[in-house]
């Protein structure tokens, strides 16, 4: 495999509203023209449990551009529980947060004040195992200050 006035790749994720762009890759090529063989990696980082997609546009050094095929990854639970933080963060009316357990079992998500007084139950339900989930906080009628969230599954917090 050669490269020809190879500038790069922009690495691209399918999000809600379309692909955007995730990452860059510059080409290794001296001047972007090789006859060798290339390796190229990029480590996505932050990545909820489920699957993604991906391509690569592929940009030469004129300018000019072209995109792969998509390819999807699907990621696996390593942790027997996982939490992500809520965004916004912070919140003025609602949250949402995204958690998924390595096991179907029953699952509770409650919230903290800083005095560790139960505020609110977010999520109580048994959600499919190793799949992305999703609530939404409901913090419009709390004081303004710190909150915690904590995750009970299958024996884990």
């Known amino acids: 495999m050669s490269e020809t006035g190879n500038e790069g790749f922009e690495v691209q994720r399918q999000k809600e509203r379309g692909w955007a762009q995730v990452g860059y890759v510059e080409s290794k090529a001296f001047g972007g023209t090789t006859t060798k063989t ?7 980082t932050g990545l909820s449990v489920g699957p993604h997609q991906f391509r690569l546009r592929q940009v030469d050094l004129d300018g000019s551009s ?3 095929d998509p390819v999807t990854v699907d990621i ?7 939490l992500a933080p809520p965004a916004p963060n912070p919140g003025s ?19 903290y004040n800083t005095l560790g007084q139960q505020v ?17 906080v409901d ?9 915690f969230l904590r995750l009970r ?3 884990q917090t």
């Open 153 to 155: 599954a299958d024996g």
């Open 66 to 68: 072209s995109l792969t």
């Open 120 to 136: 609110a139950t977010v999520y109580e339900g048994t959600p499919q195992a190793e799949e992305a989930q999703t609530a939404q």
């Open 139 to 147: 913090v419009s009628g709390l004081p303004g200050g710190t909150y």
């Open 38 to 44: 290339q390796s190229y990696e990029y480590v996505a």
């Open 76 to 82: 696996q639970m390593q942790e027997t529980v996982s």
């Open 93 to 111: 009316a609602t949250a949402t947060l995204s958690f998924a357990v390595k096991k179907q079992t029953e699952t509770i998500i409650t919230l």
